[in-house]
């Protein structure tokens, strides 16, 4: 079966990853804890679905997502509307990255529905997550935005900037998005340098985590200071500071690979006994 597709007519009990004005709709459970819907049935009547596609699977169960029509109050249904960014903090890393992955994919089947080279409307290729215009064969695919995010460590501290829009004493890894013809490694020594004017080594792959806001592929290095001095970009941070492990401003969520990097920096101190 498509990893991305229509709704299989004959499904079993299903994860049903339903949207409405951009939130996730949760259920309750027995527990009364709040559940992504699970079961055979739609958790909202037929009438009020705008779009629904096949993302996956979990668990050996499919994964549904489901655009509540805009005219339907989906909530009166029992289901009750949350953030993504909240929703991370209830259901657990692999779910939240399904979820995640059910809201890029709705921002791509809203945005993309006329060709943006000659105007017809597009037409969504069954079995596959791209639109193809009938009348110049443009394709339009699910938007994706690579960007790096690099823990920069010198000796036992490493490297956090703070932005505007963070929550008031949250700082956090550098990162910026990769330009075109642009490496990766080149992403993270351009970034660390527009951001805070130092020069880097040693720059090292990580892992990766795929961060709907709205549709960016985060790729995680670490890299060593080599040189300079801090000067903070304005146009980009409010601070930017070096810290060790015994005093760290407040951290990102464990859900973001920013804190996963972090963590990283902590163990390695950990285990060296610094």
């Known amino acids: 079966?498509?990893?991305?597709?229509?709704?299989?007519?004959?499904?079993?009990?299903v994860y049903w990853f339903v949207f409405s004005n951009s939130q996730l709709l949760l259920a309750r459970n027995a527990a009364g804890q709040p559940v992504?819907?699970?079961?055979?049935?739609?958790?909202?009547?037929?009438?009020?679905?705008?779009?629904?596609?096949?993302?996956?699977?979990?668990?050996?169960?499919?994964?549904?997502?489901?655009d509540c029509a805009g005219d339907c109050a989906c909530q009166q249904y029992g289901l009750e509307p949350i953030g993504l960014r909240q929703a991370a903090d209830l259901l657990g890393n692999e779910l939240w990255l399904i979820a995640g992955r059910a809201d890029q994919i709705l921002t791509w089947h809203r945005s993309h529905v006329f060709c943006g080279s000659c105007g017809t409307r597009l037409t969504e290729k069954s079995g596959e997550a791209v639109k193809v215009c009938s009348a110049c064969a443009a394709t339009a695919y699910p938007r994706l935005a690579p960007a790096v995010i690099m823990a920069v460590i010198r000796d036992d501290a490493i490297l956090l900037g703070r932005a505007p829009r963070f929550p008031a004493g949250m700082y956090s890894t550098l990162a910026g998005f990769v330009e075109p013809?642009?490496?990766?490694?080149?992403?993270?020594?351009?970034?660390?340098?527009?951001?805070?004017?130092?020069?880097?080594?040693?720059?090292?792959?990580v892992a990766s985590q795929p961060w709907p806001f709205p549709y960016s592929l985060m790729v995680g290095f670490t890299c060593r200071y080599l040189r300079g001095e801090i000067r903070v970009n304005r146009d980009e941070l409010e601070d930017a500071?070096?810290?060790?492990?015994?005093?760290?401003?407040?951290?990102?969520?464990?859900?973001?690979?920013a804190r996963f990097?972090?963590?990283?920096?902590?163990?390695?101190?950990?285990?060296?006994?610094?």
């Open 181 to 205: 013809g642009e490496t990766l490694e080149g992403a993270v020594a351009r970034e660390i340098g527009e951001e805070v004017g130092i020069e880097v080594n040693g720059i090292t792959y």
């Open 1 to 13: 079966m498509p990893y991305f597709g229509p709704v299989p007519a004959d499904h079993g009990p």
């Open 261 to 274: 990097l972090i963590e990283q920096f902590l163990a390695e101190q950990r285990k060296t006994g610094i």
């Open 36 to 66: 992504i819907p699970y079961g055979e049935n739609l958790p909202i009547p037929e009438a009020c679905t705008g779009y629904a596609r096949r993302i996956g699977t979990y668990r050996q169960s499919d994964c549904i997502v489901v």
């Open 241 to 257: 500071a070096w810290f060790t492990a015994d005093r760290l401003p407040r951290l990102p969520p464990r859900i973001s690979i």
